[in-house]
């Protein structure tokens, strides 16, 4: 079965960073886009960025710049990189593997709290 596992969440304070983890099993993770996305209370799930199975990456204009999405096919696992976060990151961050044309696999997502 397959398994995305996301890890690294936590509180900081506006302009602090965090790193995400995603750890996936039970696919070729190779052949997997693979995303991030965040939803916060009341809002609707947002795509963060993406990151083909080459390398190949997109981000919300809302976190270009500060955040980095990152993969290493060796571990099975993908990062993000955020940096000189606001309040307005704050939120679940969800996982989500992805082909085209085919099935898309989600984590249960971790929490980023970012206040003072």
């Known amino acids: 079965q397959v398994q995305l596992v996301e890890s690294g969440g936590g509180l900081v304070q506006p302009g602090g960073s965090l790193r995400l983890s995603c750890a996936a099993s039970?696919?070729?993770?190779?052949?997997?886009?693979m995303g991030w996305y965040r939803q916060a209370p009341g809002k609707q799930r947002e795509l963060v960025a993406t990151?083909?199975?080459?390398?190949?990456?997109t981000y919300a204009d809302a976190v270009k710049g500060r955040f980095t999405i990152s993969r290493d096919n060796a571990k099975n696992t993908v990062y993000l990189q955020m940096n000189s976060l606001k309040p307005e990151d704050a939120g679940v961050y969800y996982c989500?593997?992805?082909?085209?044309?085919?099935?898309?696999?989600w984590g249960k997502g971790t929490l980023v709290t970012v206040s003072s």
């Open positions: 990151i083909t199975g080459s390398g190949s990456t």
């Open positions: 039970g696919l070729l993770f190779s052949i997997y886009g």
């Open positions: 989500k593997a992805y082909r085209s044309n085919g099935m898309n696999y």
